[in-house]
Every structure is written in C-alpha cells, then in structure tokens.
C-alpha cells in the first residue's frame, strides 16, 4: 500500500454526456474529394457502411471503377464510428464524413489571450511546437503532394492561471473543424484552462492523417467535439531504482503517454537498489548509491523532464520510498553508534525484507528526519506538484523488531504492524493507492474508512507481470501477463460492485473516492529497452478506461485501439504488437 | 512438425575435452598493471578469489591502499572462472590473470593463406572489419587514454575452401594470445576453416574490455584456448510473415545471433498472413499478398542478408510454409475452375485452419507443383543454403475433406492424416524439426524411426509465449513466458533420458540424431520493436547450452550470463533485463 499526501482536494463532480453520433448526409462520398487517385497501388481500403468496417480491396480486380479508394488509415478515419480517436471523447462527437487536405507548410496560430508574458504564452507556443513536430514526425519519409488549404488553430482559453495538472484541475474542451471557403480549414479550440486546450490539440492531431493513395495530409471538413474526462487521476508509475531510465527514454514515456492523455508521472524515483536522484544537500548519495556515474538524475535533468510533462498536461508526482525500501546511497551515512540505515544488505535477505539488498529507515534517529526533510523540500522545489508520494511500500517489520531502541520507541508509541495505517493517515490529507487484487477486502475498508484512493491492483495494472522469475526457474510472483483486454475491462465501477456483492461497503458514494488508477512499471526485469513495449499499447487501454470510462467492452474498442497502436508506432514509440497487422488490415476476420 | 531436406548427413563427434582451468601465478597480481589508478572512481570491484566474485567497494571506505580497483567488467573478466565468455569453450582454457592494454588505433592482421582472390580472403577482410567495428561499438562515448600496445591478429586456416556453413562443417578453433617484449599482443588464431577463425574472432572480442577507472582497453596478458561446439545445428527461427522485419532488423539479429556462437537462421519468410518475397518469377504475389509494397523483401534484400549472415559464420535456411499456410499472395493466381489455394479466407476460420486467415494448396492442381518448383529454386539460388526447410505445419484435412477431387486423390494415394509424415520423408534426406513438448512420445518415435532431428520444443523454446491471448481475454496457447533457467536447462540429453523413463527407445545412439535446437520466435505478437527483448538474453542461454552442453545447471552461468547480457547492450542489442543491474554489481547476493 502506498500513501500520497496532497493538499486539500476537492472532488469534481463531471458531467459525462453519453456520446451521440452523427453520420452527416449520407448521400455525401464516404472519401476525400481528389481527383488524382493513383491507380498503381495495388491495395486500398473501402468502407463497408453497414458493418462499419474497411475491407481491403486489390485494386486490379476491383470491377468498380466508381468505387472509393483509400488507405486504410483514411479508410479508418472515416469508416468507424468515433473517427479511430483514442480515447473516445466523452461529450458530443461528430464528424463529417468528407475529407479535405491541408498544407502542413501553412499552419497558422492565434492566441487570444491577454498577457503575452505570462507562462500560458509560452506554454502555448510550446504547444504549437508539440503539434507540429507530431506531424512532422508521422510524416517523415512520406511523399507529400504540395498544395491543400491553409490551417489555421484559434485558442480560446478561459481560465489564464492553471498551467498544470492539480488535482482539482478541469481538463474539458471543445474542438470545432471548418472548411470556410474551400481554401482554409478553421481549428477553434475551446478550453477552460490550458489543460483542456492542449487535450483538444491531442484530439486534432488524430483527426489529421496521410493518405498514401494521393499523398495528400487530409483532414475531416468538419468536427465538433466536447470532451471531458471520466477520471481525474490517471497514470503511469516508473520505477528508476531498480534499472535506470535515461532522460530521453523518460520524455519519451511522456510523448506516449500525452497521446493517450494520461496526466500523472508518478516517478519512483528511488529504492533499496540504487540512489539515482542527485541531491543538493547530500550529493553523496548518489555517489554511493547510483548504479554508476552516468545513471543519475540532476536538477537539470529533473527540470527539464518537469517542463517537458508540463507541456503535456502532464504533472509529475515523485516519490522517495520510505521507511523501508531504502538501501543502496544511504550507507553514506553510515554511523556505527546510530545508524541511519538498519539492515542494510542484511542476509539471508528473506529474513529481513522482501527483495535484496534490505534496508530499512531507524525511526529513532533524529538525523533520519532531517535528512527526509531536506530531500523532501528538494522534490518539492524541483517537481512544484500539489501531490508528493511517501512510499510506505512492504514495511517488514522483522528488522525493528531486532533492534531494542527500536522495540522501545514502537512499544511507547503504541505501533504495530497492522495499526501503521489507521493511526497517521488523515483522510484529509492522504490518499492511498491500492496494489492488492482487486477483489481485495482492504479496498472496501479504505472507502468505508473515507479515503480517497488510486487503484494500482496488481491483478490488471502492473506491466511487469507474466515474466520469468528473476531468480529461480519459475514465472515472477505476479505472473500472468496482463493483456490490454484486461486493463480496458479493469473498470472502478465494476471493482466496487463486485466488492459490494462480497463486504458491506457503507461510504455513501464510494466510486467519488476513486480520484483514478496507475499502472505500474517496477523495474526488476524492465529497463529502457523494453520501457515501449512493456508499457505499450497496454497503456492506451487504461488512457481510454480512465478518460471515457465506456460501458462497452474492450471487443467494440479493439479496432480503435489497433489503430491507436499504428499511431503510436508512426510516431517512434516501439509499441508492442497486440495482434498481427492482418487483424488490423483486415477488420472483423481475427475474431 | 517441420521438415528439413538435406544433402547426405554426416555426424561428426567431438572429442570434448572438459574445461580445465590453470590459475596461472597466484602471486601475479589480479589487476592490470596501471601506474595512474583514477582515484576519483568513487565506487570499484574487487576479487573476492575464494568466492571467485568481484565485490562491489566504495574507494573512499576502502581502507587498503594496495587493494586492487577495478571497474566491474575488468574485475569480471579476470575474476570468473571462465573469463567471462559465453558461451563456455568445451576445449582447453587458460587465461593468465594479469592484463595488458592494447592500442585499438593500431591494430594488424596477417592472413597466411594462398590466394588473395579467393573468397575466403574477402570473407576475412570483412572479418576484420565486423571485429573493429565491435570494438568501435563497444568502446564508443569512452574516454580511452593514449598508448597501449599494438595487436597482431594472425589467422591460419587449414581448409581454405570451406567458407559457408553446411551440415557437417568443423568449428574447431584454436585462440593463443602472447605478450612480446611488453610491446606487442600477438593473437594467433588456428581454425580449421574460416567458420571456426570466425568463432575465434568472437571469443577474442570477449576477452578485450574498457576500464573505466585506468581509461585504457585491456586483455590479459596470455590466453589459450581450443574450442569446439557440441552441437551442430544452433538456430532462431524468425517468422517474416505475420510480422514484417525490416532488413536492418534482421542484420541485427544475426548479429546477435554471431555474439553467441549460434549459427543457423532458419528463415520463415511466408506464411498465410502476408507474402513479403519478391519472387521473379510471380512479383505479383507480393503486391497482392505483402503488408505494403515497402514491407517486401527484394532480392537484392535478401542477398545482402545472405552476405551479411555468411561474414557472421551462419547459414540461412529458408521456409517457404506449404501445404497449409499459405494465404495471402496466393489469392493471386485465383482461378475459379482449377483452384490454386483453396479455402482462402474462409470462414469461421476455426473450422479450416489453426489462425485466420485460412489457405491450403490444392494438391490436385498441376500448376502448384509449377509455381513451388520456380519459387523453390529462387530460394535456391538466393540462399545457397544446404538445407531447405518444407514447411509443413499444421496441416489440417477439414478443407481437402471438402473436396471432392482432393479426397478423391487422397484415397488413390493412401493419404491419411496420420501417415502424412513417413511415407513421404526418407531419413537420408529429411529431418525433423520437432515442436511438441520435450516429454513427448512422438520425440521417441521419430528417433526410433531413424529419423535426425531438430528440438524446438514449445515448452522451453518457443519465445512467443506467456503474452496475452491476441484474441480473447486470457493468455496465449503457449503460456507461461519461458525463463532463460529453462532454456539453460533444456539438454537434448536429459530430453531424451527422460523420454527413454516412459517410453522404449530402439535407436542406438540417440542423442547422435539431434543435430541440435531452434529457438523459435513467431510473429503473431512480436515484430521489430519486440525483437531484441523477446530473443534477448533468452537465446544466448540456448546459444551456451549447444555450443558447450554444459553439465552444470543456470545457477553456476548465471554471473557470466548476466556479463554477456551487459556486453550485447553495449553493443547495441536492446536486450531484455533478466535480473536487475544490482545483482549484477553484487555478485552472489541475489539468490
């Protein structure tokens, strides 16, 4: 169990309007409007309207001459009922079925805001930036026709001040495409704050794809969507103590995870196995504790990778994991008469802890808290987040228990294993993430208990699942691997129905108690050689159950989110593969 | 089950001698003789010499000023029993525990062979060229000092002919490294042909490594080793169908695959969901059966994969998947009277095959044995391979049983789906690739029948397994993931004591008739971002368990196992982790 603590929190209650489409005129051609449809590729894509579905098609023994041709990125655009977006927006959605292209050399921006000064000016531009280098980026390589009509993005931002995600933060929008004129294609995007704008250019750029028949960049004549999230909190979890990830590996989490508009980095930064964070105040521990010289984050670093989550509505919560889970950077301040550290690389490490090397904190040392309180106000200064995490994770207390002074500080201050939570935790000011199953008792209590919560059950949501066990000849003590059917099905609603068939469940509206939920990426088998395809696409799933939260199963979702996966790949990250690319080829026939 | 065709077979058998060890001088120091020892390297390893484990150490704790600092792959190479290679020779090792450093700007081959027109000369040039460019590799982002001592490579070859590997080709080899006058590193490099000097290169990249607290790159100062494999036929099997692999991807691999002494790729390049070969004869079957016309492999792709894998001592052994699994491209020749491939896409796919989409040949048409002759001698000429792989998976009878002509015909012929294997493969010239679990009877049945055989069983090769299921909820058919433990411990000769326990075994010799293993990776979920992590570390574990067919279990190659790991990466394979980098760093203290 973990523990966050945050400042007052206030629930939002949204209002979820069910999606409603609209086809359009019917009698309007279901593709572009080109008149040089290149007749050499072989293989296109028709939409199918009644099922819904593209249909891949050899041109050559197409006898329709009339027929519509696309790619099946286009096709797809078109042919399904949310427009291939991920996650499916919430509010109104529609689309119109006709396409025109646009001129990626012409894109213009305005920004009607009041103070060209201020941090939302430059989160804007950096935005504009974010925008154009994803095109630039799906693009590459390709052979784009020249000409198509200018594009130009109006922002309409209301709230000026909220630049970052907090945990009351509203990320609504709505987004309206227009043709005016048959020459330029007007974006307006409406936010509350920058939050909600920089969701809808997420939006946009799905809306925008290359169609390899005209090699033409084509967009949808005209949109309206509205759009606001189901679940406040949702995020990823990265644990950097037991494998280093480097900073590009970490912005390259953040893309990712932006295109799937998760909005939390909840970074473990530190554990018993390396000390990776460099310190201002004990610059030491890293050097004791770092895997080597290279592998440390500094404030530059740390910087940096905060402003870069800032541009993508993208808040990071750090974590120093303690009082146990504490080992490699903290012998440096070792004292023999009063250790800071107890247990530290004690064996056999069974006895001691629940991974090797142990370590735990001594609560009795003055000192231990001092020096907490000096690396807390750092991760304060550096990460300006409204939520920190304390860890708390698998306190043994086999180690205490060795130790008199300890036993005596436990015995006066009445602590045992099981009163650790109740006793310090105001519900107030705490938040707790779950990691047990979730069909576990524990939740039902926590709610009845008033906290708020994370769901992080380890059944649905830890990616590091399924694989070998890294000691011994078995498979890892969380095995199976977790497919994305599982994490898309992984509904809070659900969790707590099925809690409430099984344990009285007695808070009054126990699903407002759940802010959201992270998936876990711990690192003993996981570094940045498979960050991507670990993560992802399993990840978009959680992205789509937390924003939309559909009441539909992961079946209706499955072309969506194969789509989502290409993108992801067009875009750099080395996404897994959830099925064969003849399954997203051929729509409807793996089944 | 697979078929192998083959020219006539020839077993030879090794003469392996069980590694001996020789300590060398134990008043020698174990470091390399450095004057300027970088102090400021605040963390080092030392040789624990009765635990044979380096021991990670903070210098400014360290109070023994004469203790020897070493980075951890110094303190590795000199400290393990082995000298950290892997896979393990099977011959003589000596490795004298004293290290010198090396110029890697001045670096010398003499090649003593007759005709620098010759193939083997070339192949020996771009021999030279694959080890410096290791070295590069390796080495790059290192600050490396000035100085050091110039290498001389010296190859001799006595079979100057041999150049390629076929079935029963020596890789013996010989390594003698010798410090001159404190001057000069003479390797003398003895094979018997150019596939054992190439092993010889690999090894000798092995023994030389960067410090990173003296700055300089290192080797010891005497090494002898001769080295033999055990088997002969060590593979990866990588299915180019249901995922595309880019050229530069499979030049990866086999790179990979070269780090680890395996020598066979056995190339299954169609499949039913798409056909990416460009054939000269019917380049048609590409456009209409390849995933995009830039997802092909052309012939010139393929010759330079071919080139590429013969530099790296391994042979390319092509699959075209017939009768069953074809699909995709075939639908080309479509002809309604006389059908080339029947039940193509045919649906529900559960009745007609294992895996959408469907297709089988049409036995009964003439021109399938037309079109199979033409594609098979391109493969022919391309691939200059020994060996031809003929498919044969999955062969279900549910699609012939509805045709009238083809039940007809197998009733003339005596077909059943039962005598489908022996009355058609002679044991001169096929063998078997098996691919049912390891405890399986028809393992002993094809022994019995005096057949040769290639292990690739499921349960312990197959390194698409333990994933989700790519359609439906739970985990795929072949579940759990497979550890790199059991891969280790997967013996061909403990397969068949087992075997031998619970069924007869006639054959006399029968660990004579497997030629070796095949990992396997297919593509239903894995693709080119996968293709380092799924295969690595994984299969170097199958590379050390056939070249040496160690006697000792994973527990005693794990360090070493875990160096190989750390030294593809610096080679730029995104292996996977198999334990965390502490375990690693601290030798011995995960357990």
Same mark, same amino acid.
């Given at each position: 169990?973990?523990?966050?603590?945050?400042?007052?929190?206030?629930?939002?209650?949204?209002?979820?309007? !069910?999606?409603?489409?609209?086809?359009?005129?019917?009698?309007?051609?279901?593709?572009?409007?080109?008149?040089?449809?290149?007749?050499?590729?072989?293989?296109?894509?028709?939409?199918?309207? !009644? !099922?819904?579905?593209?249909?891949?098609?050899?041109?050559?023994?197409?006898?329709?001459?009339?027929?519509?041709?696309? !790619?099946?990125?286009?096709?797809?655009?078109?042919?399904?009922?949310?427009?291939?977006? #991920?996650?499916?927006?919430?509010?109104?959605?529609?689309?119109?079925?006709?396409?025109?292209?646009?001129?990626?050399?012409?894109?213009?921006?305005?920004?009607?805001?009041?103070?060209?000064?201020?941090?939302?000016? /430059?989160?804007?531009?950096?935005?504009?930036?974010?925008?154009?280098?994803?095109?630039?980026?799906?693009?590459?390589?390709?052979?784009?026709?020249?000409?198509?009509?200018?594009?130009?993005?109006?922002?309409?931002?209301?709230?000026?001040?909220?630049?970052?995600?907090?945990?009351?933060?509203?990320? /609504?929008?709505?987004?309206?495409?227009?043709?005016?004129?048959?020459?330029?294609?007007?974006?307006?995007?409406?936010?509350?704050?920058?939050?909600?704008?920089?969701?809808?250019?997420?939006?946009?750029?799905?809306?925008?794809?290359?169609?390899?028949?005209?090699?033409?960049?084509?967009?949808?004549?005209?949109?309206?969507?509205?759009?606001?999230?189901?679940?406040?909190?949702?995020?990823?979890?990265?644990?950097?103590?037991?494998?280093?990830?480097?900073?590009?590996?970490?912005?390259?989490?953040?893309?990712?995870?932006?295109?799937?508009?998760?909005?939390?980095?909840?970074?473990?930064?530190?554990?018993?196995?390396?000390?990776?964070?460099?310190?201002?105040?004990?610059?030491?521990?890293?050097?004791?504790?770092?895997?080597?010289?290279?592998?440390?984050?500094?404030?530059?670093?740390?910087?940096?990778?905060?402003?870069?989550?800032?541009?993508?509505?993208?808040?990071?919560?750090?974590?120093?994991?303690?009082?146990?889970?504490?080992?490699?950077?903290?012998?440096?301040?070792?004292?023999?008469?009063?250790?800071?550290?107890?247990?530290?690389?004690?064996?056999?490490?069974?006895?001691?802890?629940?991974?090797?090397?142990?370590?735990?904190?001594?609560?009795?040392?003055?000192?231990?808290?001092?020096?907490?309180?000096?690396?807390?106000?750092?991760?304060?200064?550096?990460?300006?987040?409204?939520?920190?995490?304390?860890?708390?994770?698998?306190?043994?207390?086999?180690?205490?228990?060795?130790?008199?002074?300890?036993?005596?500080?436990?015995?006066?201050?009445?602590?045992?294993?099981?009163?650790?939570?109740?006793?310090?935790?105001?519900?107030?000011?705490?938040?707790?993430?779950?990691?047990?199953?979730?069909?576990?008792?524990?939740?039902?209590?926590?709610?009845?208990?008033?906290?708020?919560?994370?769901?992080?059950?380890?059944?649905?949501?830890?990616?590091?699942?399924?694989?070998?066990?890294?000691?011994?000849?078995? /498979?890892?003590?969380?095995?199976?691997?977790?497919?994305?059917?599982?994490?898309?099905?992984?509904?809070?609603?659900?969790?707590?129905?099925?809690?409430?068939?099984?344990?009285?469940?007695?808070?009054?509206?126990?699903?407002?108690?759940?802010?959201?939920?992270?998936?876990?990426? #711990?690192?003993?088998?996981?570094?940045?050689?498979?960050?991507?395809?670990?993560?992802?696409?399993?990840?978009?799933?959680?992205?789509?159950?937390?924003?939309?939260?559909?009441?539909?199963?992961?079946?209706?979702?499955?072309?969506?989110?194969?789509?989502?996966?290409?993108?992801?790949?067009?875009?750099?990250?080395?996404?897994?593969?959830?099925?064969?690319?003849?399954?997203?080829?051929?729509?409807?026939?793996?089944?």
């Amino acid at each position: 169990m973990r523990f966050f603590q945050n400042q007052i929190f206030l629930l939002s209650i949204f209002l979820v309007i !069910s999606a409603s489409i609209e086809d359009g005129d019917n009698n309007l051609p279901y593709c572009y409007s080109s008149k040089s449809k290149n007749q050499d590729v072989p293989v296109t894509w028709k939409c199918d309207r !009644s !099922s819904k579905k593209c249909v891949r098609t050899i041109t050559e023994k197409d006898d329709d001459p009339l027929s519509c041709k696309t !790619s099946v990125t286009v096709c797809k655009l078109l042919c399904d009922e949310y427009g291939s977006l #991920w996650p499916k927006p919430t509010g109104i959605l529609n689309i119109e079925k006709e396409l025109t292209s646009i001129n990626v050399g012409d894109i213009a921006f305005v920004m009607t805001i009041s103070d060209s000064n201020s941090e939302l000016w /430059n989160l804007l531009k950096e935005l504009q930036n974010y925008f154009l280098e994803i095109l630039r980026n799906s693009f590459k390589n390709k052979n784009i026709a020249r000409g198509g009509n200018e594009l130009k993005i109006i922002f309409d931002i209301k709230d000026e001040e909220t630049t970052s995600f907090v945990q009351d933060a509203n990320e /609504n929008y709505t987004l309206t495409v227009n043709i005016i004129n048959n020459e330029l294609v007007e974006v307006l995007i409406d936010g509350e704050n920058f939050l909600g704008v920089r969701h809808a250019i997420e939006t946009l750029t799905q809306l925008i794809t290359y169609d390899l028949i005209s090699n033409l960049v084509l967009i949808p004549k005209r949109v309206f969507i509205s759009d606001a999230p189901f679940y406040k909190h949702r995020g990823i979890l990265l644990d950097t103590s037991r494998s280093f990830y480097t900073v590009n590996s970490i912005k390259r989490l953040l893309d990712s995870m932006a295109y799937n508009k998760l909005n939390t980095f909840h970074w473990h930064l530190t554990d018993s196995h390396s000390f990776p964070f460099v310190s201002k105040n004990y610059p030491k521990m890293a050097v004791y504790g770092a895997y080597s010289s290279s592998q440390v984050y500094t404030w530059s670093d740390m910087i940096e990778i905060r402003n870069y989550a800032k541009i993508r509505g993208i808040r990071i919560i750090p974590e120093l994991d303690t009082p146990a889970h504490v080992g490699e950077g903290w012998q440096f301040f070792d004292n023999e008469i009063s250790p800071v550290i107890l247990c530290y690389k004690s064996e056999p490490w069974r006895t001691y802890c629940i991974e090797p090397p142990c370590g735990i904190l001594n609560p009795v040392n003055d000192e231990v808290y001092e020096i907490l309180k000096k690396l807390y106000s750092e991760f304060n200064e550096l990460f300006e987040s409204d939520v920190f995490h304390m860890g708390g994770d698998e306190v043994t207390f086999a180690c205490w228990n060795e130790s008199e002074s300890v036993t005596k500080w436990m015995k006066e201050s009445s602590l045992t294993e099981q009163k650790y939570v109740k006793d310090f935790l105001t519900t107030d000011r705490y938040i707790i993430q779950i990691w047990t199953k979730g069909n576990n008792k524990q939740i039902a209590d926590l709610l009845n208990d008033g906290y708020d919560v994370i769901l992080s059950n380890y059944d649905a949501l830890y990616l590091d699942c399924g694989y070998g066990a890294w000691i011994g000849e078995e /498979n890892n003590w969380c095995s199976p691997y977790i497919g994305w059917q599982k994490i898309y099905m992984n509904s809070p609603e659900k969790i707590i129905d099925d809690l409430r068939s099984k344990y009285p469940i007695t808070a009054e509206n126990p699903l407002s108690q759940v802010l959201g939920s992270e998936a876990a990426l #711990w690192s003993e088998q996981a570094d940045e050689n498979s960050l991507d395809t670990r993560l992802w696409p399993r990840a978009a799933a959680l992205g789509e159950r937390l924003w939309t939260n559909p009441k539909t199963d992961w079946k209706v979702a499955e072309s969506r989110f194969l789509t989502q996966r290409e993108r992801m790949v067009s875009r750099n990250i080395a996404c897994d593969v959830a099925e064969m690319l003849w399954c997203y080829q051929n729509e409807g026939h793996c089944y």
